[in-house]
């Protein structure tokens, strides 16, 4: 688990895009249907998502929160985010819709694309006075992995810590040790 999202951290972080990737001429808008099988539930849930993209991140967002990651840590990097503009949503039923912070793009050598995307977890007034271990893990990364016809599948890894060993390499521990499954991503209407 810790390899597929630190893979999806450096490909979303790290990746060089097109400098018209700022710039969209309609939002991304994507379905899919989430299975959640993480310790952190009490069971197994499943739940339609609905993603919109309305901005790609710019090179030099991506690069900002590189360097504070670097420099500062985590928790700068959390509040490097925060203040971050707004690029798109993710909603479920019945819930309101919440704001996503980084989205980039990678193109694929067979026409597709990987969606990487990263925000900060919604975090209860109880856990934030209580500061239990999940306080923690501050932030929600989310990858798709799309065909040409932006049909795939995805992951999603609801609590992470990001950390930084000794020789550089990025990390992610997760507080669930499952991601959340995202089946049959396609675009949305």
Do not use: C
């Not at 039923?93 to 969606?115: C, T, W």
């Not at 990487?116 to 209860?124: A, N």
């Not at 016809?149 to 890894?157: I, L, M, P, Q």
């Amino acid at each position: 688990m810790r390899s597929f999202m630190a893979a999806a951290l450096a490909a979303g972080l790290f990746a060089s895009a097109p400098a018209a990737q700022s710039n969209m001429a309609k939002p991304d808008k994507f379905t899919a249907f989430a299975v959640d099988t993480s310790n952190t539930a009490p069971r197994a849930n499943a739940s339609p998502v609905d993603i919109t993209i309305n901005r790609w991140s710019t090179d030099a967002e991506r690069d900002r929160l590189l360097s504070v990651f670097r420099e500062k840590g985590q928790d700068a990097l959390l509040t490097e985010l925060q203040k971050l503009p707004v690029v798109g949503g993710i909603r479920t039923p019945g819930s309101l819709n919440y704001d996503i912070h980084f989205a980039r793009q990678k193109p694929d050598a067979e026409g597709g694309r990987m969606v990487f995307l990263m925000t900060d977890r919604y975090v209860s007034v109880w856990e934030a006075m209580n500061r239990p271990r999940t306080i923690d893990y501050p932030f929600t990364l989310i990858q798709l992995q799309l065909d040409k016809e932006s049909r795939g599948v995805g992951k999603a890894s609801i609590a992470t810590k990001i950390t930084q060993e000794p020789d550089g390499t990025i990390e992610l521990e997760n507080f669930s040790d499952q991601p959340v499954i995202l089946n049959d991503v396609r675009p949305a209407k």
